[in-house]
C-alpha cells in the first residue's frame, strides 16, 4: 500500500500520474479538510472533493476543481436572491455537497461518509479525510482573521498575511485507518501540495507527526516550490508567514524529521547541500507537471525512489 498525503490543485496532478502507473486500488490518500467551509448550508470539502472528482475521471481539469461539464443555475439564482456567490459551485458538484451534507446530519462520520461517495462514484483507492473532526485554517490578515476560502478564493490570496492556525487541532484526531495507512505503507508521499494550508493542517492532527516519524516505510515529498515562488497559488507567501524560508528549503524545513528523500526542481540545485544537512536526501528534477506526460512521468520517477 502506497500511502499519500495530500491538498488540492497541486497533489492530483502527481496522484494522476500515479494512477496512470500504478492500480490505484493501492492508493491511501489522506487529504487536508482544514480548508473545508459551509456554503449554503452545506458542507464543501475541497481537497476531498478535487481528489475524489479526479480518481472517478469526473474532475474538470481546465479549472482545477469541480467537475467537468457542470453548468451553474443554482447558483445564478442564488445570486439572483442576493446570497454571495463568490465560492463557485456546480450543479453537479452541488450534488456531492447535499449528499454529504445530508450524510452528516444523519450523524455519520466525514470519514464514513467520504467512503460512501467513493464507492458511489467508483473510485477504487482508499480517500480519507485527515480528520472526522472539523478543524478550520484561519489566515491572519491586516484587516483581521479569515477563512482560507475567504483569503484564497474571494479575496484571491491578494491580503498580506501575518499568521495561520488551525482553529480546532489540538481536539482533533486522525480519522480512522489514517494512523495505520501511515505505520503499514510501503511507502509514503507527500504531495507537492501548500506545506502550510494542505499538508501543515494534515502534521499537526495530533499522533499524525509521529506516526511519520516511526513508520519504517520510505516516506518521499515533492517540492511545489521553484525558486522562491510557488509554481502555482500563494504557498510561498503563506510560508514566509509560517516562519519558513519561501523556497524548496523552506519545504525540507516544514518535513525535516518526516521526510527521507525531497525532489526538487533542477534550477534549485544549490539548495541541495542546504537541504542535505537538514538530513533529507535530495534529488534533482524537472518537478513541473502541465500535461498527463509530465504527470506520469514525474509519478515514475517517485516511484522508483521509493523502491531504492
Ligand atoms: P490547494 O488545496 O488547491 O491549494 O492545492 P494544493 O495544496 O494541493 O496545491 C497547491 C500547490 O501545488 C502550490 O504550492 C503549487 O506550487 C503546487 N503545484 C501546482 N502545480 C504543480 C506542478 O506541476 N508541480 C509541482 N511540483 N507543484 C505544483
Not at 102 to 114: D, K, M, Q, Y
Not at 266 to 282: C, Y
Request: net charge neutral; charged share 20%; glycine share 8%.
Amino acid at each position: 500500500m502506497l500511502t499519500i498525503l495530500t491538498g488540492g490543485t497541486g497533489g492530483v496532478k502527481l496522484i494522476e500520474g500515479l494512477t496512470a502507473e500504478i492500480d490505484p486500488a493501492k492508493l491511501t490518500i489522506i487529504c487536508n479538510t482544514a480548508d473545508d467551509c459551509i456554503f449554503h448550508g452545506l458542507y464543501v470539502s475541497p481537497d476531498l472533493d478535487t481528489v475524489t472528482y479526479t480518481l472517478a475521471g469526473i474532475n474538470d481539469s481546465a479549472k482545477g476543481w469541480g467537475i467537468k461539464d457542470d453548468c451553474f443555475t443554482v447558483l445564478e439564482q442564488l445570486r439572483r436572491l442576493g446570497e454571495p456567490t463568490w465560492f463557485k459551485l456546480g450543479d453537479k458538484d452541488l450534488a456531492t455537497h447535499i449528499m454529504r451534507s445530508r450524510l452528516l446530519h444523519e450523524g455519520l462520520s466525514l470519514a464514513r461518509v467520504t467512503g460512501e461517495i467513493c464507492d458511489r462514484l467508483k473510485v477504487s483507492a482508499k480517500i480519507l479525510p485527515m480528520s472526522d473532526e472539523r478543524v478550520e485554517t484561519r489566515v491572519g490578515t491586516t484587516d483581521g482573521e479569515i477563512s482560507f476560502q475567504e483569503y484564497f478564493v474571494k479575496e484571491r490570496w491578494s491580503k498580506a498575511v501575518i499568521s495561520v492556525r488551525f482553529e480546532g487541532i489540538e481536539q482533533s484526531r486522525p480519522a480512522p485507518g489514517v494512523i495505520e495507512a501511515i505505520r503499514q505503507a510501503s511507502a509514503v508521499v507527500i504531495c507537492p501540495s501548500n506545506p502550510v494550508t494542505s499538508i501543515g493542517p494534515i502534521l499537526a492532527v495530533p499522533g499524525i507527526h509521529a506516526a511519520l516519524v516511526e513508520t519504517k516505510a520510505p516516506v518521499v515529498a515533492l517540492s511545489p516550490i521553484i525558486g522562491a515562488s510557488a509554481i502555482s497559488g500563494p504557498a510561498h507567501k503563506l510560508m514566509v508567514a509560517a516562519g519558513l524560508e519561501a523556497s524548496a528549503f523552506g519545504v525540507a524545513q516544514a518535513y525535516a524529521g518526516v521526510v527521507d528523500t525531497i525532489v526538487i526542481a533542477t534550477a534549485d540545485k544549490q539548495m541541495k547541500n542546504r537541504i542535505e544537512k537538514l538530513g533529507i536526501a535530495t534529488v534533482l528534477s524537472d518537478i513541473v507537471m502541465s500535461d498527463l506526460a509530465g504527470k506520469r512521468r514525474v509519478a515514475r520517477e517517485v516511484l522508483a525512489l521509493l523502491e531504492k
